[in-house]
């Protein structure tokens, strides 16, 4: 059965039209909090949020409704996805929620709702709580004596600064390193400066403005180049960049440069792997991971193994397989020693741990490998199914032939957003390119 409501990564849309409205997220709250209410206890759920304007309204329709499902509501406020699911699992409570569309414009907002273990909830749970949804929601309401209460917990940002901060050795800090951090005027806005500066570092904070309208607008992990401008202004060592509710980080170089999470996830696995810290001899990537990031873990004797496109997809495999290094060309970095899904805050903490073991620059320690000549476009569609086209089928089939087994074609729908992304690469840049054209050129025709 294919789910209505949840995509890849939540419940996404744009704000006050289905599926992200008030009444949804209020059937959400009743459904959700149906189904997480096991055993004879006060029931709890946690609801953090980012900075758009809209989450004033998801907030509440969301408390409203597991209220009315009997549980307890304690509202953390602006904080990181990631910190949403350390404090489910810290606080004890029966599920999690952040509030928040991730890397996508103000316009748009989010449902991520984490288990009592601090994970995104299967399918098989989501299709669940979409049932529930859909039926008689009347009839799974709380007798009036079993209401729950709401509370706000004031602490959660500090709760999450002291988490970050433990894990990397207490003995380690990087007095004498310049950071600028771009936290996109998003949910890390306040811890992420807090955290670098009280482990030392010299930090210069950007995107830490936010107004409800200008969460990742022209700026964090999206638009690197307020970050990779002041970097070269202040001097500085590194540039961090996060996304809008913290889940994600890319980093720029002291030239200027930007890397990407394939660098990173070179940087930490092979580090990892020569202390002795890496588990499995292996690190889990998806099918949009470089092919120069594969080719520099074989030659360490160690393996890129691949998932659909997805951070939970990324975490079931590790889960289920043992690994603890994972993560996502986009930034999406997991770290299963630290934390159970992504986190950009966490992810440079160990970037700069690494680079304080190491002493090498910023623009030697994350250019590991030669990337592949790789290109990625987005194609917006309004409705329908245009991959199913005649025409775009025989492009993508063109295309495919013409890379041989030298280049790859990954063609595939966004899960958060009505885009169809349209991947190749392959040894020749050309011919990548043309390929990613004439495919782009065929949709477009179709849309």
């Known amino acids: 059965m294919s789910k209505k409501y949840f995509g890849t990564d939540g419940i996404r849309g744009t704000a006050n039209r289905a599926p992200m409205t008030a009444e949804i997220a209020l059937r959400v709250g009743i459904a959700a909090g149906s189904i997480f209410t096991r055993g004879a206890h006060r029931h709890k759920v946690i609801i ?15 408390t409203a409704g597991f209220i009315s499902a009997g549980m307890d509501v304690v509202l953390l406020g602006p904080v990181p996805t ?13 599920i999690g929620v952040m509030i928040s569309a991730s890397h996508n414009p103000y316009q748009d907002n989010g449902i991520k709702i984490f288990g009592p273990d601090g994970y995104k909830l299967s399918d098989e749970t989501e299709l669940e709580i979409e049932e529930l949804m859909e039926s008689a929601i009347s009839a799974h309401l709380a007798d009036p004596s079993k209401l729950g209460r709401a509370q ?27 950071v600028v951090i771009d936290c996109a005027n998003g ?20 995107g830490v403005e936010p107004d409800g309208f200008n969460i990742n607008h022209k700026c964090g992990s999206t638009d690197l180049t307020k970050l990779s401008q002041k970097v070269l202004e202040v001097r500085a060592d590194i540039g961090i960049a996060l996304d809008g509710d913290a889940d994600r980080v890319l980093i720029c170089d002291e030239k200027g440069q930007v890397v990407d999470g394939d660098q990173i996830m070179a940087l930490i696995g092979d580090y990892w792997h020569r202390t002795g810290r890496l588990t499995g001899k292996a690190i889990v990537g998806t ?15 160690l393996e890129l193994l691949r998932t ?18 994972g993560g996502e060309q986009s930034g999406h970095i997991i770290m299963s020693d630290y934390s159970t899904t992504g986190d950009g805050l966490i992810s440079a903490l160990q970037v700069l741990s690494v680079l304080h073991e190491i002493n090498r620059p910023v623009s030697e320690a994350l250019r590991l490998f030669e990337p592949a000549p790789q290109l ?36 595939r729908k966004s899960g958060t ?25 065929a949709l477009e025709a179709v849309i």
């Open 287 to 301: 099918i949009m991971a470089n092919l120069g990031l594969e080719r520099y873990f074989q030659a360490r004797g």
């Open 152 to 178: 706000r917990l004031e602490d959660a940002g500090a709760r999450y600064i002291e988490f970050a901060k433990s894990t990397i050795p207490r003995t380690m800090h990087f007095d004498g390193i310049r």
């Open 187 to 206: 949910a890390a806005y306040k811890v992420a400066p807090t955290v670098l500066w009280e482990l030392g570092a010299d930090v210069i904070a950007i």
């Open 376 to 411: 990625l476009k987005n194609v917006r569609y309004k409705s329908g199914e245009p991959l199913d086209h005649s025409g775009v089928k025989q492009a993508i089939a063109d295309g495919e032939a013409q890379l041989g087994n030298k280049g790859r074609v990954v063609i």
């Open 82 to 94: 990631p910190a949403v699911a350390m404090l489910t699992r810290s606080m004890r409570a029966d």
């Open 48 to 62: 953090g949020k980012d900075t758009r304007l809209s989450g004033y309204m998801v907030e509440p329709a969301l």
């Open 417 to 441: 957003e009505p885009l169809i992304r349209v991947m190749a690469e392959g040894e020749d840049e050309a011919l990548v390119h043309a390929v990613v054209g004439q495919i782009v050129v």
């Open 308 to 325: 659909q496109v997805g951070d939970r997809y990324v975490v079931e495999k590790m889960r289920s397989d043992g690994y603890n290094l």
